[in-house]
C-alpha cells in the first residue's frame, strides 16, 4: 500500500524528509533529482538520519558519525552495525508516495 506523506518539493537536496509510515521512522531524500526512502533511525544509536549530514549519495548519523548510502542503505562507515531498510518511493502528481511492503 503506496502512503502519501508530502509534497515532493518539500525534499530537497539538502533537506530531506521525515516521516512515519505504518509505525516505521522513513527518511525521504533526494539525491541527483531522484527520491529514495531508507530507515531513518541509526542502527548504532537511536539518532535521526534526517537530522544528519548530507553529502552526495551518502548520509552522516549526527550522533556517532556511521555513514550511510542513501540509495541502497549500505553501512559504509561504522559504526553503523549494518545495513539500512530501503523503502520503495515514487512521486506522483507533485505528491510523494511511501511502500513499506506490498502492493
Do not use: N
Not at 530531506?16 to 509510515?21: E, N
Not at 542502527?43 to 534526517?50: D, F, I, Q, R
Not at 561504522?78 to 513499506?100: F, H, K, N, W
Request: hydrophobic share 40%.
Amino acid at each position: 500500500m503506496w502512503h502519501d506523506v508530502g509534497a515532493a518539493d518539500s525534499v530537497e537536496e539538502d533537506e530531506p524528509l521525515a516521516v512515519t509510515v505504518d509505525g516505521k521512522e522513513v527518511g525521504v531524500f533526494r539525491v541527483a533529482g531522484t527520491l529514495y526512502a531508507i530507515e531513518d533511525i541509526c542502527p548504532h544509536a537511536y539518532a535521526l538520519l534526517t537530522q544528519g549530514f548530507v553529502e552526495g549519495d551518502e548520509v552522516e548519523c549526527p550522533l556517532h558519525g556511521a555513514i550511510f548510502h542513501i540509495p541502497t542503505g549500505q553501512c559504509r562507515a561504522e559504526p553503523g552495525e549494518r545495513d539500512l531498510e530501503t523503502y520503495r518511493v515514487r512521486e506522483e502528481d507533485g505528491r510523494v508516495l511511501v511502500a513499506i511492503s506490498g502492493g
